[in-house]
């Protein structure tokens, strides 16, 4: 049956019944003993119901209620004996009446009945933001009418002058922290080197004008003069210089070998003994990055394996801060956490570059991942809950693409992972000059009933749009507060688990982070380590490489604010799915040493798990209530770093 129908009850009652369900239950309600069928009790048909102060008969559209002991006026004659009916057995039934208050007693112990026979409960009473809007819930009411946040931003101004100010201001502070998350390319490069030996080095060469013919440094890098020629796996097993061992033959042949011809010279090397000796100083290569703290401190050969630890001491402090940066941002406010954060992340950062020891370097590394990450997660989620856009959210990922390629430009000009951070630090400490202009967010205020001061930005925000709303708006505490929080109880990040149905939605999101994290920062590191001299994956300039792979995410951006338009899901699909293709195909073309080919497919598929990447943070953020959404972004950002 399509619609509403109409059924007339025994005593000519119209009876209003919604679905074919009812027509079924029709004839076996008029048995004393029949159940209730099982939906609202409004939908019970009527003709078993007695009209009385609390349970009316439902009738058609354009009829109203006929008084108590009077036939309805609008009936038609072919009715007229079964209204005279419904008169004269009124006492009959009102014996049988049922009242409102027992419906609905019966309907919810047969309906609690069937739920527990035919499914598992498994859903709580826990409302989700994501299902009714991008933003969530709103915590106000206007004229003795409940709405939205979303409906104040709407009376605001949804995208104008004043969220424009406070996206320019968040971006400010995001460009030098893409700076300090990506420049461990530079930071951590590692040159080429070989064993330092006195008397027969490059700059003695250099200075030296007495050499015979023939000689360069790199032509005795190609030969077995002073280092074995083997095999190196870094560069695909090609033929390389021994980076870790040199022939010792003494500071005094050496000076003989450089006044021969060097034909000559490579011939006698053969001929003559030589002990092979292990490096105790190096020589580096510093075409490409004059300093870093692979040279600094000679992290090559047998420590070689301790690079990994300035890795893994900015993911630790990556994990810390998003633990520490959520529950500041729930409970002390957004602002106070980009602020505060913030600050003693310049600080961190300015301190790095005179750090003597390699033990003290991976401290402070550490402390400033955690203030930089804490901070970077208040700022976007504060971004979102003000703005009520997730155009506006998938854009705030283009200030990481302009820091990225920033950095690059930087990166060629200095040569220097000194001057890199301190120019870092230098922008960090302008923004958060800037950030101190920013307001609080209105919807944390009014989740942490602080209303007075969230109706005072409001109405500075609608100044700032030219927009007004009613002198008497009134600003309620948040009813999802209540919901989720015990009296005198705050946020914390073990409420992302408090219901079934949310550990289940949140190992799954946990999974996507963690496999799309792995992904984008492989290839970052891929595409800076194999674009260096002598790597054999990819062709190109090392910096003009890692420009184009910052450069790049900027359309994909803008792609993603149409690819939203069908649905956070679907989205985050459509890009893991063409990264992850395109990625395979580059890696097969790679091992056929087509190289340019390579780097096209490699680039093609970061622009896809980027546009992943800004999906998830969007995806992310509206899964989850405003009480504990900057809590579940960053235990997510926590997850992912442990791939």
């Known amino acids: 049956m399509d619609g509403n129908a109409v059924v007339t009850g025994p005593f000519g009652v119209p009876t209003f019944i919604r679905s074919e369900t009812d027509i079924l239950g029709a004839e076996a309600l008029r048995s004393p003993t029949s159940a209730l069928i099982y939906s609202e009790p409004a939908l019970v048909p009527g003709n078993e119901l007695t009209y009385n102060d609390h349970v009316e008969a439902i009738y058609t559209q354009n009829q109203s209620n006929p008084p108590l002991d009077s036939v309805p006026s609008h009936t038609d004659k072919s009715r007229t004996s079964s209204v005279n009916d419904y008169s004269n057995d009124k006492k009959h039934r009102q014996e049988r009446c049922t009242s409102e208050v027992e419906i609905n007693a019966q309907h919810y112990r047969i309906q609690k009945q069937y739920k527990a026979s035919h499914r598992r409960r498994r859903l709580t009473d826990i409302d989700f933001e994501a299902i009714y809007s991008s933003l969530g819930y709103g915590a106000l009411h206007w004229s003795l009418r409940s709405a939205k946040f979303s409906g104040i931003l709407n009376l605001i101004g949804g995208c104008n002058m004043w969220q424009i100010i406070i996206y320019v201001i968040i971006s400010a502070q995001q460009v030098p922290h893409a700076m300090f998350n990506l420049n461990v390319v530079y930071m951590m490069y590692q040159p080429d080197h070989w064993c330092k030996i006195e008397g027969f080095s490059k700059s003695y060469m250099e200075r030296n004008i007495t050499m015979g013919p023939g000689w360069s440094w790199d032509a005795v890098l190609n030969s077995s003069i002073a280092f074995p020629y083997v095999p190196n796996q870094q560069r695909g097993g090609k033929q390389w210089h021994e980076q870790c061992h040199y022939y010792d033959r003494g500071d005094e042949r050496y000076r003989q070998y450089i006044h021969m011809n060097f034909s000559e010279a490579e011939t006698a090397a053969k001929e003559d003994f030589a002990v092979l000796r292990r490096c105790e100083q190096w020589d580096y290569d510093r075409s490409v990055m004059k300093e870093t703290v692979v040279t600094q401190w000679h992290r090559v050969c047998d420590d070689n394996w301790s690079r990994a630890h300035v890795h893994l001491s900015y993911s630790l402090g990556y994990v810390a801060g998003c633990m520490l940066g959520g529950f500041v941002s729930d409970r002390y406010g957004r602002k106070t956490a980009i602020y505060g954060f913030g600050i003693l992340s310049s600080i961190f950062g300015f301190l790095l570059p005179f750090t003597k020891e390699f033990e003290v370097f991976l401290a402070v590394r550490f402390l400033g991942a955690v203030c930089n990450e804490a901070a970077d997660l208040a700022a976007y989620v504060m971004c979102m809950e003000i703005t009520g856009s997730s155009i506006v959210g ?19 000009i200095s040569k220097s992972w000194y001057t890199i951070q ?43 749009n030219k927009t007004s709303l009613p002198s008497d708006l009134g600003l309620v505490r948040h009813a999802e507060k209540q919901k989720w929080l015990k009296n005198n109880e705050r946020p914390h990040f073990l409420l992302l688990f408090i219901s079934s149905d949310l550990r289940i939605r949140s190992v799954l999101v946990f999974i996507v982070w963690m496999s799309t994290a792995l992904v984008y920062y492989g290839l970052v590191i891929a595409l800076s380590d194999q674009s260096s001299p002598g790597r054999s994956m990819f062709v190109g300039n090392f910096f003009l490489n890692n420009a184009i792979a910052g450069a790049i995410e900027l359309p994909t951006l803008m792609g993603c604010v149409y690819l939203l338009r069908f649905g956070r899901k679907r989205s985050q699909m459509i890009t893991l799915i063409g990264g992850g293709t395109l990625i395979g195909i580059a890696i097969i073309v790679s091992t056929r040493q087509h190289t340019t080919l390579a780097l096209v497919f490699m680039l093609a598929g970061k622009v896809c798990i980027q546009g992943a990447f800004n999906v998830l943070y969007i995806f992310t953020s509206e899964l989850y209530p405003t009480i504990i959404r900057n809590s579940a972004v960053g235990v997510c950002s926590m997850v992912c770093i442990f791939c």
Request: with cysteine; hydrophobic share 55%.
């Open 394 to 412: 998938s854009l705030l990922q283009a200030p990481w693409a302009c820091g990225y390629a920033f950095l690059a430009l930087v990166a060629y």
């Open 422 to 464: 301190l120019v870092t630090v230098l922008l960090h400490t302008i923004a958060m000059v800037i950030i101190h202009h920013l307001p609080e967010s209105p919807r944390w205020l009014i989740v942490m009933n602080r209303v007075k001061e969230a109706e005072r930005i409001i109405r500075r925000a609608c100044h700032l």
